[in-house]
C-alpha cells in the first residue's frame, strides 16, 4: 500500500524535482516574492517553510542542514556580521562580508518570524499564462 506517501512531483525526476525546487526556494529568499507556476508554488511552500523553521533554531546543525536546501550565493550586497546590517556597496573602515542566501536567512528572515508559528508564504493567483494557459501564481514571504 502506498500510505502517506503524497508528494508534489511535478512531472520530474526526483534529481530534476530536487534541483527545481533548491532553485526556487533560492530565488525566493533572495527576492522576497517570485512569479511562478501554481503547482510549483504548491509544491514549494512546505519546503521553503521547513527551511525558515531550519533557521529559526539559528544553530550550526540547523545552518549545515539548510545549506542542503538551497543554493549559497551572493546578493550582491554585503553585511555587517554583528549587527546584520545590509549595505548596498563595501564602505571603508568597516568589517563587511558580502551577504548570500543563506546569512540573509539566518540573519533577517528568521528574525522576522521568530514570533510567528509557522504560514511563512502566501500564494496569489495570476491571470494564466498567455502562451500556454498554465495557471500562474505569486509566491511571497509574508
Known sequence: MRHQTKKHTLGKAQDQRKALLRSLATELFTYGE????????????????GIITLAKKGDLNSRRQAAKFIFDKETGKFMDPETAQVY????????????????KLFSTISKEYSERNGGYTRIFRLPPRRGDATEMALIQLV
Open 34 to 49: 517570485i512569479k511562478t507556476t501554481m503547482a510549483r508554488a504548491k509544491a514549494l511552500r512546505p519546503y521553503a517553510e
Open 88 to 103: 548596498e556597496t563595501a564602505e571603508e573602515g568597516k568589517k563587511l562580508v558580502s551577504q548570500t542566501v543563506l546569512r
